[in-house]
């Protein structure tokens, strides 16, 4: 079964920047598409970012201009980088990984942004 384990996400002040990142194993990393989820607090889970097995890149309008999704293929990780983050950005981040029909979800990792 394919495992994912998020890292890097933290408390943050308004204005800072974070890295997140996600390791994938027992799974050929190069054939999946790989994204960004996050979830707040009574809210909805909704879509950050993807990147393609091609990567070929899409933002959510939320993010768009503050956000950076890459993949490392050799190292079968793949980052979110967030810049400028406001309040609105808190929630714990998601990684997924979708090859034609199947799906596998990480653990999360929380991002909070406070003063």
């Known amino acids: 079964q394919v495992q994912l384990v998020e890292s890097g996400g933290g408390l943050v002040q308004p204005g800072g920047s974070l890295r997140l990142s996600c390791a994938a194993s027992?799974?050929?990393?190069?054939?999946?598409?790989m994204s960004w989820y996050r979830q707040a607090p009574g809210k909805q889970r909704e879509l950050v970012a993807t990147?393609?097995?091609?990567?070929?890149?899409t933002y959510s309008d939320s993010v768009k201009g503050r956000c950076t999704i890459s993949r490392d293929n050799a190292k079968n990780t793949v980052y979110l980088q967030l810049n400028n983050l406001q309040p609105e950005d808190t929630a714990v981040y998601y990684c997924?990984?979708?090859?034609?029909?199947?799906?596998?979800w990480g653990q999360g990792t929380q991002v909070t942004v406070s003063s």
């Open positions: 997924n990984a979708v090859r034609t029909s199947l799906s596998w």
């Open positions: 990147i393609t097995s091609g990567g070929r890149t």
């Open positions: 027992r799974i050929v990393f190069s054939v999946l598409a």
